[in-house]
C-alpha cells in the first residue's frame, strides 16, 4: 500500500503562499513601497509565522497535544523514508533561504545582510513548523531540526560566496506520476543532487568541459511500505544545463536550473545500499 498523508497536502499549499509572498518579480526596477526594508524584513517573518501558525491550527492538529518528540531515524534502512526526507528537508530551507535572500537583497540590503537575513528567517519558520509538529500528532524530530539548520547555513554560505554557487548547485529532480498529491513528500519519484559545474573551475572555462558537470545524487523508491525498498546512491556526467541557457541568453531559466534539475540529461551509474 503506497503511504499518502494527507496533511502534506495542505503543507505544500502553505510552501506555495509562502513563495508568492515572498518571491520578488525578476525584475524591481522601479518598484517602490510604503515600507522600509527593516519593516519588510518584520512583516515578511510576520506573516511566514502567522501563516504556518493559522494553517497549522485548522489543518495540522496544531496544540491539540502535549508537546513529544518522534525519532524518525536518518539514512538507516528501516527508517520511515530512507532518509529522502532528510534531504528535502536540506533542499527546501536552503532554496526558501535563497528566495528570501534575493526578497531582501532586491529591498535594499546588501548581499551579505540579505544573505543573514534570509537565513535566519528561513531557519525561523521551518524550526516553527518544527515546534508546531510536536504540539500534534506527527511530534518533534530533531533530524528535521538539524538538516534545516545545515540547509540555511550551507545557503548563507553559497549566497555570499558566488565562488561557490558557480561551481556547485543542489537541487531536485521531479518525474511525477500523479499518483499523489504532495509532491514535497513525493520520494518515490524524486531524486536530490548535487552537481560539481565544470565551468566554474580553470581548467574549464575556455573548452567544451564547461557544459559538463559530475552528479552525485541520491533517491529512494519502496519506502515505507513495500518489501523491495531502495535506497541508492548514484554518480553521473550531465549537461551543464544552466550554462547553456546562460549561453543563450536566458538568465532566469538558468537560475531555475541551479536548483531543478532537467530529467534525461545525464548518465549514471548506480549502488543500491540496501544489497
Known amino acids: 500500500m503506497q503511504y499518502y498523508d494527507p496533511p502534506a497536502t495542505q503543507k505544500t499549499f502553505l510552501w506555495v503562499v509562502l513563495f508568492i509572498l515572498f518571491v520578488p518579480p525578476p525584475d524591481l526596477s522601479g518598484f517602490e513601497t510604503n515600507f522600509s526594508k527593516e519593516e519588510k524584513v518584520i512583516i515578511s517573518n510576520g506573516l511566514g509565522l502567522t501563516a ?4 497549522g491550527i485548522l489543518n495540522w492538529d496544531y496544540f491539540k497535544n502535549d508537546p513529544h518528540r518522534a525519532d524518525e531515524g536518518w539514512f538507516e534502512e528501516d527508517s520511515k523514508h530512507g532518509g529522502a526526507d532528510k534531504l528535502g528537508h ?15 537583497e532586491n529591498s535594499g540590503y546588501n548581499t551579505r545582510q540579505g544573505a543573514l537575513l534570509g537565513s535566519l528567517s ?20 530533531h533530524e528535521d531540526c538539524i538538516m534545516n539548520l545545515i540547509g540555511t547555513t550551507t545557503a548563507y554560505f553559497f549566497y555570499t560566496r558566488p565562488e561557490l554557487s558557480e561551481k556547485i548547485d543542489f537541487r531536485i529532480e521531479y518525474l511525477p506520476e500523479f499518483d499523489q498529491a504532495d509532491f514535497t513528500t513525493d520520494y518515490e519519484h524524486q ?3 548535487m552537481a560539481v559545474k565544470f565551468n566554474g573551475f580553470d581548467f574549464a572555462r575556455n573548452n567544451r568541459l564547461k557544459y559538463l558537470e559530475l552528479h552525485l545524487g541520491y533517491y529512494t523508491r519502496g519506502y515505507p511500505d513495500r518489501k523491495d525498498r ?13 550554462r547553456l541557457f546562460k549561453q543563450f541568453s536566458m538568465p532566469r531559466a538558468a537560475k531555475l536550473f541551479n536548483y531543478v534539475q532537467m530529467p534525461w540529461t545525464y548518465v549514471k551509474i548506480d549502488k543500491d545500499l540496501n544489497k
Open 52 to 55: 504556518i501558525t493559522t494553517w
Open 122 to 141: 528561513s531557519f525561523a519558520m521551518v524550526s516553527w513548523m518544527e515546534i508546531g509538529d510536536s504540539f500534534s500528532s506527527y511530534g518533534f524530530s
Open 191 to 193: 531524486r536530490m543532487i
Open 90 to 104: 536540506f533542499y527546501f530551507s536552503y532554496t526558501f533561504a535563497h528566495l528570501l535572500s534575493a526578497f531582501y
Open 230 to 242: 531502495e535506497r541508492s546512491v548514484y554518480l553521473g556526467i550531465g549537461m551543464n544545463i544552466p
